[in-house]
């Protein structure tokens, strides 16, 4: 199944305490309806290989991670992401996927390996005890 993240509002958000504007982005609606719909895994389609130590936009240097738990993920509070932050917390909760992997779609011989579950960027994957 392939979809977009920003499904009707009512389906995945909870509505913001304060104003109109959702807290969460498309990420985050993807994997809760990831979760909803019981898939198998997530790929979350970005415009950089997957995780970094540091943002390779700023810092050519940056280290490519290839996997990562979600522990190993919080206790290393990088400075930034490229998914919401939150999957952090959703993923350490999920009752159904256990990991989702970021790819580049600025790299389109990708996608098609990534589908076939295949390993081609970062795989952030639930605590074996979670």
């Not at 498309?26 to 540091?54: H, I, M, N, P, R």
């Amino acid at each position: 199944m392939i979809f977009n993240g920003d499904p009707p509002f009512a389906l995945w958000e909870h509505p913001p305490q304060v104003g109109k504007i959702p807290p969460h982005r498309s990420d985050a609606g993807s994997f809760l309806l990831a979760e909803c719909f019981g898939c198998a895994t997530l790929t979350l389609v970005k415009d950089v290989d997957g995780l970094y130590d540091q943002d390779p936009k700023d810092d050519p240097g940056a280290n490519f991670i290839d996997q990562i738990t979600v522990a190993e993920l919080a206790e290393r509070s990088l400075p930034t992401l490229p998914f919401d932050r939150v999957l952090i917390d959703l993923l350490a909760s999920a009752r159904q996927l256990t990991s989702f992997q970021v790819i580049n779609g600025l790299k389109p011989e990708l996608l098609a390996p990534a589908l076939r579950g295949e390993h081609v960027g970062t795989i952030v994957r639930r605590d074996s005890a979670g």
